[in-house]
């Protein structure tokens, strides 16, 4: 059975630096795409950030591009999200999810099929 299990979430202040990790279980996680996604209260679930199996292509969001850095390590089998510049519209619970593919790096959420229980994140003004 695969889990997701994120940690890291905080309360931190605009400007401030954070980092989320996901570490898997249950499944081979070197063998697929990992995501990250938000959702703020009465807000649906966004895409935030997602890498392929090997790392080397990304994808992110218009709103995080180049303030967040998404990076898997395989051999530990963890995803990690580093946040830098947070503002208070990052403000959100993070998700961190698998796809059902290798290679492609997908951007909405019916592409993937496993998800974590949340992190929250907050960024105070």
């Known amino acids: 059975q695969v889990q997701l299990v994120e940690s890291g979430g905080g309360l931190v202040q605009a400007g401030d630096s954070l980092r989320v990790s996901c570490t898997a279980s249950?499944?081979?996680?070197?063998?697929?795409?990992m995501g990250w996604f938000r959702q703020a209260p009465g807000k649906e679930r966004e895409f935030v950030a997602a890498?392929?199996?090997?790392?080397?292509?990304?994808n992110y969001s218009a709103s995080v591009k180049g303030r967040f850095t998404i990076s898997r390590v395989n051999a530990k089998n963890t995803v990690y999200l580093q946040m830098n510049s947070l503002k208070p519209e990052d403000t959100a619970v993070y998700y961190c999810?698998?796809?059902?593919?290798?290679?492609?790096?997908?951007?909405?959420?019916?592409?993937?099929?496993?998800w974590g229980q949340g992190t929250q994140v907050t960024v105070s003004s």
């Open positions: 249950g499944h081979t996680f070197s063998n697929y795409v």
């Open positions: 890498i392929n199996r090997n790392g080397y292509s990304t």
């Open positions: 999810a698998q796809a059902a593919t290798s290679w492609t790096v997908v951007t909405t959420t019916t592409g993937y099929n496993y």
